[in-house]
């Protein structure tokens, strides 16, 4: 649907640097990424607010590169929405039809039905100061997805609500995409909506793509240290791996060797998610290819989870339940045996 071939732009404090992504037609792609890494600007040279210095951007095939902004037929949501202040609810989200001369008994009908399948046909008459986040948030959306467009952009399109009103907000998004089957490019930095909403996320980086993947790829086999870092990976570990029997291969950190069924050799760093290593008060008979005995030296209270640091030579972290934690009397300093594993571990 989206296919974007080697895009650059450069504003000299900033540069997209040949930037590829291919977007599937009716996706849910997400751009994460830290503050500052070009997310706004990519979104905004897809839409044809800024003109590229080199490369192409493809619509359904069609090159649109150098296409106004007006006809690539794109609806866009920034983070502030961005509505007209002296204009109501119903004026704001009729914006777009009026400007392309459509019947007024038919702006009347498919702005009331918008608003109705939006909730916020009671709001019609207000003003966007009254307005509460979440309401300014529909009726931005309203307005984006009144015209039809052939794809959705959305610049942190949940970033200013509070938790109570974002939570809700993303379950309606999630179920305007099923309505409409509309490609969706969203822009965020927050790992819980990437994880919602999200077919597919892109990881961006100073004005690069550091990696593309489904949900599982990006956060269970992160291509790189940066974005390991960036989605949370609770354990990465440095050593230098070489080849083994049996189709294994093993990773020396100096202090411990890990085992993994990755082929890789040469210096990596590994990760492992806490939710993969068994915690066990003694040593047990297991299949797991990782065994390491080890002592508590830190617990962290996350509620219905128990966060443990366990010194195995080098520092790993593992989620228990609190049941399960209360179960095994657990204390900082208590000696404890990890399992987990050669399949459980990602280099790279």
């Known amino acids: ?5 080697n895009l650059c732009r450069d504003w000299n404090e900033f540069q997209i640097d040949h930037v590829n992504l291919d977007i599937k037609t009716g996706e849910y792609f997400v751009i994460l990424g830290p503050s500052g890494s070009g997310k706004t600007l990519l979104l905004e040279l897809i839409a044809g607010i800024w003109q590229v210095d080199s490369g192409d951007i493809y619509m359904d095939g069609e090159n649109v590169t150098w296409t106004p902004l007006e006809k690539r037929g794109v609806g866009f949501v920034y983070q502030n929405y961005m509505l007209f202040p002296h204009k109501t609810v119903f004026e704001n989200i009729a ?22 399948l939006l909730s916020i046909d009671h709001l019609a008459h207000r003003l966007p100061r009254t307005l509460s986040g979440g309401e300014q948030q529909r009726t931005a959306l309203a307005r984006a997805l009144i015209i039809n467009p ?13 938790r109570k009103t974002r939570d809700g907000l993303t379950h309606e998004m999630k179920e305007l995409h099923q309505k409409f089957n509309i490609t969706m490019i969203h822009v ?13 996320i892109a990881i961006m980086k100073e004005g690069k793509i550091s990696q593309v993947g489904d949900t599982t790829e990006i956060f269970r086999h992160p291509k790189d240290k940066f974005v390991a870092d960036f989605v949370g990976v609770e ?34 760093h590994v990760t492992v998610r806490p939710e993969d290593i068994i915690l066990s008060n003694k040593k047990v008979e297991t299949s797991a290819r990782n065994v390491f005995e080890g002592k508590i030296t830190e617990i962290s209270d996350n509620g219905a989870i128990i966060k443990l640091t366990i010194d195995v030579g080098e520092p790993i972290i593992v989620f228990l339940t609190r049941q399960s934690f209360i179960d095994m009397e657990l204390n900082i300093g208590s000696h404890v045996w990890t399992y987990f594993k050669a399949t459980a571990v990602h280099a790279f």
């Open 188 to 200: 965020t930095h927050n790992f819980d909506e990437a994880l919602s909403l999200a077919d597919r």
């Open 1 to 5: 649907m989206i296919k974007i071939e």
């Open 235 to 268: 354990n990465i570990i440095k050593g230098v791996a070489s080849k083994y029997r049996e189709k294994l291969t093993v990773i020396d950190t100096e202090n411990i060797s890990i085992y993994t069924t990755e082929q890789i050799v040469g210096p990596v």
């Open 95 to 116: 914006f777009g039809l009026n400007m392309r001369k459509v019947d007024k008994k038919e702006v009347k009908e498919r702005v009331d039905n918008m608003m109705k």
């Open 150 to 162: 052939r794809v959705l952009l959305m610049d942190e399109p949940l970033s200013a609500l509070d």
